[in-house]
Each structure stands twice: as C-alpha cells, then as structure tokens.
C-alpha cells in the first residue's frame, strides 16, 4: 500500500514537473512570437523619413517633428502627407550622378484620369510684349498759330468759338488796320507813277518807278495780303479800309484771343489751328526694355473709351537721353486718327511689340526630316541613319521664327528647367532645356505665351503641356504615392542620352 503511495507521487510530480516544461516553452514561444512582431513592426519604421510631402504638391515639405504634431495636411489642396524616406532620396540622387533618368508610363485610365495633353515644338515668330501707359497730344508739325501781322481793330469773326473747324483758306477775321489804308495807297500810286513814266526815254527814271512798285507790294505781302488780293486791289484801284485773314492750314481751332471789336497790335495771335487727324502719343519705356525698341516699330493702341477697338501707330522717335529719376526713356508715336476719336490728353494703353531674336532660327531653306525620328534633319535628301527610312522633305522655315516651348509646359525647379517628352504614347521622359526670353506668338488668331529654345529639343518633338505637374510629382515621390493611383504609375530606370541640339 506504502508502494503505491510513492509511484502515485512520484507520477504526480512528473507529470507536475512536465507540465511545468511545457507551459515555460509555450510562454518563451510567445515571447519569441512577439519579439518578431515587435522586430518586423520596427523594421520599416527605423526608415529614416527626411519630411512628408504632397503627392499634387511636391514643393510642400514638412519636417517629422511638425507632422507628429498634427501637421499631416497639404495646405494646398488638403490631401494627406506621405513620408519620404532617406534611402529614396539618396537613391535619386545616385541616379542622378550615375546619369540615369525616371521614365513615366500612364495607362490609358491613367491619362484619361490626368487629362494629359502633348503638343509638338515648332518654329514660330515670337515677339516680345511691352505695354506701357502714353498719353495723346498735338502733332507738333501741324500746330499753327494766325496771328495779326498789322495793328488794328477787329470788325468781325467769321469763326467765332473754339472747336470750330477750319480749312485752309477759309475766312477768319475781318479786321480795320489804318497802316493797311496808306500802304494801299502808297501802292496805287506807285502803279500810277510806272504808267506815266514807262514810256520815257529816261531808263534810270523808270527803273526807279519799277522800285517803287515792287518795295509797296513787298510791304503789303509782309503784312499778310495775299496775292489774290493785291491782285484784286490793281483792278479795283481803289483801297480797302479792311482785310481779311484766312487760315494757314485746315484743322480745329484750339484756342481763340479773337473777339469783335478788340484792338490787336502787330503780332499777337489771334487763333491757334491743330490738325487733329494725326496725333501724337507719349510713353514711357522702362530702361531694360530699350533694346526692344526703334523707330518705325508698330504699335498697337487701346483706350478704355472704346473698349474692343484697336488704334495703330508707328515709333516716330525715341528722345536720346534717359529720365533719371524714373529710369524711362520717352518714346512718341505718330498715330492716324481719322474718326476724331483720340482727344489730345487722353490716357490710352500701349502695346509695342518686338520681334525676338535669340534662340534656333529657322533655316529659311528646304530641308529633310525622317517621319519616324525628327531630330534627323539634313539640308538634301538621304536616308535616315537610324531606321533607315527616307527622309520627306519639310516646309521652309522663316530664319525670323525660332524654336518655341509653350510656357505651360516648362517646370522651372530654380536650378534649371525641365519639360516632359513624349516617347511614345503612355511613356514620358524628362528633359532639361535652355530657354530664352519670354515672348507671344498667334496661334489660330490667339495670343499664347511661350519660350524661345536655345537648346534641349528638336523641331517636332512632342511635350506635356498639360498634367506635367502630376508626372513630376511621381517622378519624384516614391513608396505609398503611388499607391494613391493604384499603381498606374510605373517607373523604369534607363540611361540617360545627352539632350540633343537642333543644328542647322
């Protein structure tokens, strides 16, 4: 009985102990099991994230500590940040140093989804756009003033208020002058001493009669009567006691010191005329703009009077020397106004265009391209180097157009300016290019903004003018970005080829 006592204990405590082993095994099991979760949790979590940023909106970047504060919002468009990890970054730019370069490819959902549009680089005249502000004024050339070339009293006004209209020729003012009277008379009678003495032998005699009658007529003709009316006065042989002033050029009277009655002495002016069918308009151009313009250049006029309407006018002159206080230079424009609608003193908007003439000119010249590779260009037919295709002959080109980038096509990162080239439908590669000045060109009779090309792309290659923002952005965001659009993005590493140059 004893015996049994001890087996049974004995049992008892092995299996005691046994089960003491297996639950100690189960418990380092789960420690185990956890430790790995742990391990496998913290593994991608000791990534170092350099910032979080936005998918549409790369250029927000904010810092770890920010965003742990509840920073996790673009304030852009309110999307929330994805990380940007250390390793990514440094892998971009080994690719950069290594030469390699991110090639884009959408699907079709995907392009439809972006609105992706492509346009291909042509050569077309670009002009530079100066507007400015001018003001209108008289034509100089055609300012005259009437003026009383005798003393004497106005008896009566023909053109009797200011705005008045004229032609040249026309009556002015009827005015008494007693000087006129006796120079008359002096005349007639110079012409009745020629007749009495033209038949004398005496020759010095008649010259002097001759003298006579040609000093009287010079006195009259510099005091303003015409020859018309001398004329009149040897036929009629008998003196005025007043004379008429007629206008010297047709136009708007500006401005009357005329009235009935008054006295005038010798020289004052009774009128002032201006031809308002030509004006003048004054502007002022910036220092930095003066190379852009010169005389007989174009320009193209608007006033908020006549909205819609368009006046044209050409550069007349450009003064020689620079305004120091607001570093302008004037310009004046000659400026048809055959409507009268232009008003000296009105304040119009200007603009004056300017060819631009840097960047790839046109050949001017037929040359050959190949319809497969366009950067393939030769001035005679051949076949292409690359294909083996034969090359089609393509219009001539103005040398006045250059190469342009539309202006929405061009993502200016500050160190340079990038476009995206189309390689093939779906797949879209990155180019860095050399632009020039900013101008306009006419593009089915609008104006469009572009750049001149000096270097980075050829005629007829196509480039992202719109949703080039987008596929920048996933050019550049790795990891959980492209997860945002299911994976339509893909990136594929190939080396780069050094941007090709349009020669001629």
């Known amino acids: 009985m004893n015996k049994i006592k001890k087996f049974s204990i004995l049992g008892l405590s092995v299996a005691l102990l046994i089960s003491s082993l297996l639950i100690a095994a189960c418990k380092k099991g789960e420690e185990v099991t956890e430790k790995t979760q742990m391990a496998a949790k913290k593994a991608p979590a000791e990534k170092e ?46 690719e950069e140093q290594e030469g390699r370069e991110i090639e884009i490819k959408l699907t079709p959902r995907a392009q439809a989804l972006a609105r992706v549009e492509t346009e291909e680089i042509q050569f077309r005249p670009l002009f530079k756009e100066i507007n400015t502000v001018g003001q209108v004024d008289y034509d100089e050339r055609k300012v005259a003033y009437v003026a009383a070339w005798i003393s004497g009293r106005i008896d009566k006004l023909f053109v009797d ?25 002096e005349y007639l009678l110079a012409l009745e001493t020629l007749e009495r003495v033209k038949e004398s032998p005496i020759k010095e005699t008649v010259d002097q009669a001759k003298s006579l009658v040609e000093s009287s007529k010079r006195r009259l003709l510099l005091w303003g009567v015409s ?14 006691t007043n004379m008429i002033i007629y206008a010297p050029i047709g136009g708007t009277v500006i401005h009357k010191n005329a009235f009935e009655g008054k006295y005038v002495k ?17 502007a002022d151009v910036y220092e930095y703009e003066m190379a852009l313009i010169k005389n007989g250049q174009r320009v193209e006029i608007t006033s908020p009077a006549y909205p819609g309407e368009k006046f044209e006018g050409k550069i007349s002159f450009i003064d020689p020397f620079l ?17 009268l ?38 001035d005679k037919p051949d076949d292409c180097h690359i294909c083996g295709m034969a090359l089609v002959e393509k219009a001539i080109v103005s040398p006045d157009s250059v190469l342009a980038v539309p202006k929405n096509a061009v ?12 390689k093939e439908k779906g797949t879209y590669v990155p180019k860095e290019i050399e632009l020039g000045a900013e101008a306009v060109a006419l593009v089915n009779g609008q104006k469009r903004k572009f750049y001149a090309l000096k270097a980075g792309l050829t005629e007829g290659m196509r480039i992202v003018t719109q949703a080039n923002f987008l596929i920048d952005s996933q050019s550049q965001i790795t990891g959980q970005a492209e997860a945002i659009y299911s994976g339509a993005i893909e990136a594929k590493k190939k080396k780069k080829t050094p941007p090709s140059k349009h020669i001629h």
Not at 227 to 240: F, G, P, S, T, V
Request: proline content about 7%; hydrophobic content about 35%.
């Open 266 to 282: 010798e020289g004052e002016n009774l009128y002032r005329i201006a031809d308002l069918f030509n004006l003048w308009i004054l």
């Open 341 to 378: 609608k232009l008003k000296p003193g009105m304040y119009v908007n200007v603009l004056l265009s300017a060819h631009v003439q840097e960047g790839i000119h046109g050949s001017g010249k037929v040359t050959y391209i190949c319809p497969m590779h366009p950067e393939v260009v030769s």
């Open 227 to 240: 020859e018309k009316q001398i004329k009149e006065l040897e036929e009629r042989r008998k003196a005025n």
């Open 161 to 185: 208020f200011t705005g008045n209209r004229v032609k040249k020729g026309d009556p002015l003012v009827w005015i008494y002058s007693p000087n006129l009277v006796t120079s008359q008379e």
């Open 323 to 339: 305004n120091p206080k607001t570093r302008t230079v004037k310009v004046r424009m000659n400026v048809p106004n055959p409507q």
């Open 411 to 422: 993502l200016d990162t500050g160190a340079r300016k990038l476009v995206y080239m189309e």
């Open 49 to 94: 994230i350099l910032y979080y940023t936005c998918g549409m909106h790369p250029s927000v970047k904010v810092k770890p500590e920010d965003y742990e504060k509840g920073n996790n919002k673009c304030p852009i468009c309110n999307m929330d940040l994805v990380p940007v990890y250390k390793e990514a970054e440094m892998a971009m730019e080994a």
